[in-house]
């Protein structure tokens, strides 16, 4: 579904990504490891056409992406759920989903989305005419994740969801992404720093240390890892 072929990214002078290459398949949750600063983030922005690569190939189901604009790559079907959150804080929960299905006019559609949505999660029902930037931490959370689906994704590009969590609530979180795959097929490209969580999550991994790609496995395979376990797990 997804190929990265020697992408590289700067920002300015400094080059972020060193030839990345990874695959990911339909179906599939790959998460992406690695310490604070290894270029996760940068991976994610460079796939959704945010901070575009200097060089290298994105093929999204065979398609070249790699250069188009943001816009015009949430339409083929990627959409992101950026690095804290960054709802709408003044907008209300049904405007902020409005939002996320901006590029979309089939109405009827949109409509048994956010009942999917709502059915997902209770407490964004609840609080649909209150102001996002009102919900908690873990609701917000919700709320960025059910805004990136309001465009009906093919792929999911998910960033560092249980950032600043309490662990229940990431636990539900990561319950529902794991959902999200399995009822809907949507395809999940998860980077985390809980490597834990992520390797317990996601099928396959792949491990990220100063720009460069220097493992990649199933993701029972990382987790027995002696080096995976010293570096990322704390065992
Ligand atoms: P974190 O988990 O802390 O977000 P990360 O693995 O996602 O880390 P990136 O945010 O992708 O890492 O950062 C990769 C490298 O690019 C780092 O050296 C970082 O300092 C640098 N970088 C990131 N954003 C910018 C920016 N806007 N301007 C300059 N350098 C940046």
Wanted: charged share 20%.
């Amino acid at each position: 579904m997804l190929e990265l072929q020697n992408v590289e990214t700067f920002y300015g002078n400094i080059q972020a990504l060193k030839s990345i290459s990874l695959e990911i398949a339909q179906g599939e949750i790959v998460t992406l490891i690695g310490a604070n600063g290894a270029g996760k983030s940068t991976t994610l922005m460079s796939i959704s056409g945010i901070v575009p690569p200097r060089s290298g190939v994105i093929l999204f189901e065979g398609q070249p992406i790699q250069g188009m604009p943001p816009n015009a790559i949430v339409s083929m079907g990627i959409s992101q759920v950026p690095e804290g959150r960054r709802i709408f804080p003044y907008l209300t929960v049904l405007e902020n989903l409005d939002m996320g299905a901006f590029l979309r006019d089939d109405k009827p559609e949109i409509k048994t989305d956010l009942d999917y949505i709502f059915e997902l999660f209770p407490i964004l029902a609840e609080r649909r005419h209150q102001a996002g930037g009102t919900l908690s931490g873990g609701e917000q959370q919700m709320l960025a994740i059910s805004r990136a689906l309001m465009a009906r994704p093919r792929l999911l590009l998910l960033d560092e969801p249980s950032l600043g969590l309490a662990p229940l609530v990431v636990k539900r979180i990561f319950e529902i992404v794991k959902k999200i795959n399995s009822e809907n097929n949507t395809t999940v490209f998860l980077v985390e720093q809980n490597a834990n969580l992520a390797l317990k999550t996601a099928h396959r991994g792949y491990v990220m240390e100063n720009g460069r790609i220097i493992m990649a496995d199933a993701a029972d395979k990382l987790m027995v890892n002696e080096d995976v376990r010293k570096a990322y797990l704390g065992i």
